[in-house]
Structures are given as C-alpha cells and as structure tokens.
C-alpha cells in the first residue's frame, strides 16, 4: 500500500456513483435503444440538460460511454454487462449495490454499536423480493456454469436447491443433466421469481418449487445432492449448524452437501473479497458472517457430514462438497 493507493480507494466511491446513478436513471437503458444527444436522452429521462452532460461526459472518462460530435452512446462493455437484456448482464446486481450504498455510510455507527442500523426507506428497497431475486440472478448466471465444470453430478436424480431464489442454479444444472429432477426451496415472498424463470425455461416437469422456512418446514426428499449456494453467509454460527442438520437429514445415505460460498482464510484476512463482503454482511444483517474452511468443515462434521473436496470458482468464491456418512445408497442404488 502506498499513498497513491490510499488515495484512489478513499476516492473510489466517486465513480462507483457516476455508475450508480447511470443505472437508476435507466441511462444504458436509453442509450441501448440508439445513439443519442443530451437533448434526446433528458426528453427519455426527464433529467436535468447540464447535470446530464455532465453525467454523460464522466461516464465517457470511465469508458462506459463513447461520444461523437455532440452524440453518446454505449461502449462494448457498457452494452455487455449494463443494460438488463443482455445475456451477460450484471445491472441487476450494481443495482443492489447502489440500494445498499447508503447502508454502507452508516459503517462507523454499526462498528460502534455492534448492530446493523435500519434506515427509513432504505431497507424496503435494498430486500424487495423481486429486485433482490433479480440481482441474485446476475450472480448466479455466471457461477453456476463454474461449479457445472468441475463437480460431478453424474448419478444424481433428485437435487434440492436450498435457498435457490431465482432458481438459476437449478434451471442450469437441469439442462446440463437431462435425468436430474430438482426442487428449488425459498422463502414465500422469493419463490414467485423462481416459478417465473422455470417457466420460462419450461422445466416445469422436471424443476419444482417449495415455499417455506429452511429452519422449520419440511425440505422434502430425501436428495442425492443438495446445494447450498450463498446462503450461509446470511446467519449465525449457531443457526448455521441447525441448517446443516436439517439438510443432512434430508439426504439420502451416501448423498452429497455442496456449499458455495464466500469463504475466509484461516487468518481472516483474505481473500481481499471475501474480507470485504464480510463487513457487507455486517452491515446487511443481524449475525451474518463470512467463515473459514475449517469452521465450515467442523459444522459439516457436527451434522453427519464429511468435507471431501473444496473447488475455488472465482478469487473470492468456493464450493465445497461434503458426503452423508453412511455411504449406503437407497433405493437399491
């Protein structure tokens, strides 16, 4: 670290608002239809005519726009990642981070007082089911091809999708193995979102839905494999160990638990990411945590489990899949 480094981090919220800002507007939304002048884009957007130059001009320094003579429009990347229509699109999940951002000025006061603060209107907007479910769906898109590449889900029929929102991992992983039958379970007030992309894909023979409370509704199965995916970073230790035995009961004997997650060093200190996102969770919940292999592994062990193998997806990412130790298999498997 130097003073040049130190000088760009505490700078950097700057342009993570000239992105912010663009996407609430609808900016890349607009400029996604044609090319357009000021003029054009504040009769699209019923901004103010200097603001939104001046908007404009700094969204061309960050190489998000291009402009020609008095005209802007998207470059590449602006086009591939924010605008919502596009395939690899991530302008669900920036937009979650421009609804949190006011949750992340309060940080002194939350370390202070050692609890989240809840802000009028803030928190309805940052947990609205369907925002949220869109935002989850971004990220899932782009790690669930990762964890299709590297563990194996030859043999498995029966799949549970805990805390799936969206269904996407589900949708995914259904595709690529035409004999998997899987059950995405959520919350109530999340579900509708995964009812919709099933449909959508129309898995509906094949992807089903379970609404309820992880902690104390049924799971259905028993599964051969169940994935846990960015969930546990949302709870307590303590809650996280009852979770882990409510799955275990709903395996089948030799079935596998997959958690992916965001997951620590033993030191705490890195990755860089994960170290991050853990004071997001600190900000974003009551006891929510990012964890280390090895406290993952003693509350798979509590529950019945063994860790087997651990996949590093991205830098900040891992999955690690842990096996039912009665190793039977039913059914006459």
């Given at each position: ?21 663009a ?25 103010d ?17 291009e402009?020609?003579?008095?005209r802007?429009?998207l470059?590449?990347v ?10 690899a699109s991530?302008a ?10 006011e ?22 907007e ?5 925002a ?9 898109r ?26 996407v ?17 959520d ?11 099933i ?28 994935l ?5 970073h ?14 275990a ?5 030799g079935?596998r638990?997959?958690?992916k ?11 860089p ?25 003693a ?15 991205t ?19």
């Amino acid at each position: 670290m130097d003073a040049e480094q130190l000088d760009r981090i505490t700078a950097a919220y700057r342009e993570s608002q000239i992105v912010f800002a663009a996407l609430r507007l609808g900016l890349f939304e607009r400029l996604a239809e044609r090319r357009s002048t000021v003029a054009e884009i504040v009769q699209g957007l019923d901004t103010d005519p200097r603001a939104t130059g001046v908007l404009c001009d700094a969204l061309v320094s960050l190489e998000l726009l291009e402009k020609e003579d008095d005209r802007y429009s998207l470059t590449t990347v602006a086009a591939e990642v924010l605008v919502s229509g596009s395939p690899a699109s991530k302008a669900h999940r920036y937009l979650l981070g421009a609804r949190q951002y006011e949750r992340w000025g309060r940080l002194g006061d939350i370390v202070q007082q050692g609890r989240r603060q809840a802000l009028a209107g803030v928190e309805a907007e940052v947990e609205a089911p369907h925002a949220f479910a869109a935002a989850m769906a971004d990220v899932g898109r782009a790690s669930v091809a990762k964890l299709l590449r590297v563990v194996d889900l030859a043999g498995v029929r029966r799949l549970l999708d805990l805390g799936g929102g969206p269904g996407v991992y589900a949708i995914a992983i259904t595709e690529a193995h035409p004999g998997v039958e899987a059950v995405v379970f959520d919350r109530p007030d999340t579900i509708e979102a995964a009812r919709r992309n099933i449909r959508d894909a129309g898995l509906e023979s094949r992807v089903r839905t379970l609404a309820g409370d992880a902690f104390a509704d049924d799971l259905g199965g028993p599964y051969d494999f169940v994935l846990v995916s960015n969930f546990l970073h949302i709870f307590a230790p303590d809650d996280i160990r009852r979770l882990l035995g409510r799955c275990a009961a709903a395996l089948a004997p030799g079935g596998r638990l997959c958690i992916k997650d965001f997951v620590l060093d033993p030191q705490r200190t890195s990755p860089p990411g994960v170290a991050l996102f853990a004071v997001n969770m600190l900000i974003s919940t009551d006891e929510g945590c990012c964890f280390t292999e090895r406290e993952i592994g003693a509350w798979l062990q509590e529950a019945g489990l063994q860790l087997e193998s651990r996949f590093d997806l991205t830098p900040q990412s891992a999955a690690l899949v842990s096996r039912h130790r009665d190793q039977r298999r039913i059914d006459g498997d």
